[in-house]
């Protein structure tokens, strides 16, 4: 019998084969972009993420490209619509790697895959009787967010918005369960999955692993 964890897993490993097409779709045309390399080395220029999660990267339109190892790169920012975004390659645990949006790092650092699409899906009848009435394509809109201490490579599923849901006050607290205060917050729907920058941010300004019941200090 699977345990519930395999399930869980297995759902999201499920969501990202769904729209996996999607993702390197949003990412399939040469965007400005600068790689920062794992020896403090970088390049400016234009580039995706290809499928295999590979950079595919020029220095301008008439150069010829170079593909390069995701491993070897410390973060790329991309320019899209005027805005800069960072992503980080990830490996998420018990699972595979991949590229992630940055939203913050600290003591505790938060990530983000967002996809959005559609696909096909049953729709309910309402011919006045119970069941289905076929299939129809269904549009789907999900963000899952990552969590990792520092800038360890291992991210975990700390919650997501969307079609698929996680308990996020029992997975919440036991990730920042080294942080009593934070967690009553979270136990006592102060904080809830829509507030997870705010957690992340709470953490990280008045929690640590040395004492977690100094003076909490003020968010703004």
Same mark, same amino acid.
């Given at each position: 019998?699977?345990?519930?964890? %395999?399930?869980?897993?297995?759902?999201?490993?499920?969501?990202?084969?769904?729209?996996?097409?999607?993702?390197?779709?949003?990412?399939? /045309?040469? /965007? +400005?972009?600068?790689?920062?390399?794992?020896? %403090?080395?970088? =390049?400016? *220029?234009?580039?995706?993420?290809? *499928?295999?999660?590979?950079?595919?990267?020029?220095?301008?339109?008439?150069?010829?490209?170079?593909?390069?190892?995701?491993?070897?790169?410390?973060?790329?920012?991309?320019? %899209?619509? *005027?805005?800069? /975004?960072?992503?980080?390659?990830?490996?998420? +645990?018990?699972?595979?790697?991949?590229? $992630?949006?940055?939203?913050?790092?600290?003591?505790?650092? $938060?990530?983000?895959?967002?996809?959005?699409?559609? %696909?096909?899906?049953?729709?309910?009848?309402?011919?006045?009787?119970? *069941?289905?009435?076929?299939?129809?394509?269904?549009?789907?809109?999900?963000?899952?967010?990552?969590?990792?201490?520092?800038?360890?490579?291992?991210?975990?599923? =700390?919650?997501?918005?969307?079609?698929?849901?996680?308990?996020?006050?029992?997975?919440?607290?036991?990730?920042?369960?080294?942080?009593?205060?934070?967690?009553?917050? =979270?136990?006592?729907?102060?904080?809830?999955?829509?507030?997870?920058?705010?957690?992340?941010?709470?953490?990280?300004?008045?929690?640590?692993?040395?004492?977690?019941?100094?003076? =909490?200090?003020?968010?703004?």
């Amino acid at each position: 019998m699977k345990s519930k964890k %395999n399930i869980i897993t297995s759902k999201y490993f499920l969501l990202f084969l769904l729209f996996f097409s999607i993702i390197f779709t949003s990412h399939s /045309q040469k /965007q +400005k972009c600068t790689i920062y390399f794992d020896d %403090n080395t970088s =390049i400016t *220029g234009l580039g995706k993420i290809k *499928g295999d999660n590979f950079i595919k990267f020029k220095l301008d339109d008439e150069a010829k490209s170079t593909d390069y190892d995701p491993m070897i790169i410390d973060r790329i920012v991309i320019e %899209n619509d *005027g805005v800069l /975004q960072v992503y980080k390659y990830k490996k998420q +645990k018990d699972g595979f790697p991949f590229w $992630l949006k940055v939203i913050t790092e600290g003591k505790v650092s $938060l990530y983000k895959n967002e996809f959005s699409g559609h %696909n096909f899906g049953p729709t309910m009848s309402n011919n006045g009787f119970n *069941g289905f009435s076929g299939m129809n394509m269904v549009s789907n809109s999900v963000t899952i967010y990552y969590i990792a201490h520092g800038e360890e490579f291992e991210v975990s599923i =700390i919650t997501s918005l969307g079609s698929l849901s996680k308990n996020f006050k029992k997975t919440a607290s036991e990730y920042f369960k080294d942080c009593p205060v934070l967690v009553e917050k =979270i136990n006592n729907k102060e904080y809830k999955k829509d507030d997870i920058y705010e957690v992340v941010k709470f953490y990280n300004l008045n929690c640590n692993t040395e004492n977690t019941t100094t003076e =909490i200090q003020s968010e703004n």
